[in-house]
């Protein structure tokens, strides 16, 4: 379950930070003001705070969990979005299709979202991965999935009253967790070379 409101998350996340750093960066002007002074509202609060009081207001579900963690990976995605956007909004292909007569959502679709959507992706993986830490701290503080749903934060809390008679209680869902976290960094990683790679070509 951690790992399915992680991804849940960071899927909302992506299509909605992408979108609007996309039209940020594409129109600019006032539009882009009022999302970057959003985004580093959004920025300006704690995560794990913000997450907590937005389970205190709403009620704990994993719907609600895996929304909270949406609106909280969002804004990175609106900034790489918006950065990669207004890189490619002068580029020579873009001018073209304007002089053909294309339309801004035809541009948009065809020109820009190919070249944005292959770096946000690579930051994906990373964004899941801090979101699994945040879902997996809020499990632990009885604030995240509701029991009997399994959630390694939960059981890690469940665990630690046994921890001496039972260590492995704590360990294997811990290890897990470690690994879980640990490969996706190391995929976005390897995401994010990759990329690197082709652009130099």
């Known amino acids: 379950m951690s790992l399915s409101v992680a991804l849940g998350a960071t899927l909302i996340a992506l299509v909605s930070g992408t979108a609007l750093g996309i ?14 002074i959003g985004t580093s ?3 300006a609060f704690p995560p794990l705070i913000l ?7 709403m009620d704990p579900s994993t719907t609600t969990l895996t929304i909270g963690l949406g609106i909280v990976g969002a804004p990175t995605f609106v900034r790489i979005a918006r950065a990669n ?8 292909f873009v001018t073209a299709a304007k002089s053909l007569g294309a339309g801004h959502l035809r541009i948009i679709i065809r020109e820009i979202l190919p070249n944005v959507v292959l770096p946000v992706l ?3 993986t990373v964004v899941a991965a801090g979101l699994v830490v945040a879902e997996g701290s809020l499990s632990f503080l ?3 999935i509701p029991p009997p749903a399994p959630s390694w934060g939960g059981m890690i809390a469940a665990g630690r009253e046994s921890l001496y008679e039972a260590p ?12 879980t976290v640990f490969s996706l960094n190391r995929l976005g990683d390897w995401a994010r070379g990759r990329i690197g790679k082709e652009s130099s070509l």
């Open 23 to 36: 039209a940020a960066g594409y129109f600019r002007g006032a539009l882009d003001t009022t999302f970057d």
């Open 41 to 43: 509202t959004v920025l």
């Open 51 to 57: 997450l907590i009081a937005l389970v205190a207001v």
């Open 85 to 92: 956007t207004i890189a490619f909004a002068n580029r020579e």
């Open 122 to 124: 690579s930051f994906a």
């Open 142 to 144: 009885g604030l995240g």
């Open 168 to 179: 492995y209680l704590v360990l294997v869902p811990g290890t897990f967790f470690f690994l």
